[in-house]
Nanobody
Framework: QVQLVESGGGLVQPGGSLRLSCAAS????????VGWYRQAPGKERELVAL?????????ADSVKGRFTISRASAKNTVTVYLQMNSLKPEDTAVYYC?????????WGQGTQVTVSS
């Protein structure tokens, strides 16, 4: 059974920064595009950023220039990061990682990000 574990969320003031992490076995992430998604209360889950196995990146317009997605490999583990700067209240959501396209059976618990003064 695949388990993706997201971490790094928390409460931060507007303008602050957080770095999210998502670790998975290499077979899950190594050869695939990986995305960070988020779901705000009462809204659909949306794709925020993605990174291909070759390192190409794409971002939602709402986070472009503020968020950076990256990936690192070590032994049999691939970790995908989301560096979030200049956070805004509208970034408040539960953040998830998954392959892109997402696999239904890979959704984890997510990590809560709250941007508030």
């Amino acid at each position: 059974q695949v388990q993706l574990v997201e971490s790094g969320g928390g409460l931060v003031q507007p303008g602050g920064s957080l770095r999210l992490s998502c670790a998975a076995s290499g077979s899950i992430f190594s050869y695939y595009t990986v995305g960070w998604y988020r779901q705000a209360p009462g809204k659909e889950r949306e794709l925020v950023a993605l990174i291909t196995s070759g390192g190409s990146r794409n971002y939602a317009d709402s986070v472009k220039g503020r968020f950076t997605i990256s990936r690192a490999s070590a032994k049999n583990t691939v970790t995908v990061y989301l560096q979030m700067n200049s956070l805004k209240p509208e970034d408040t959501a539960v953040y998830y990682c998954n392959n892109y396209p997402a696999r239904t059976d890979y959704w984890g618990q997510g990590t809560q990000v709250t941007v508030s003064s």
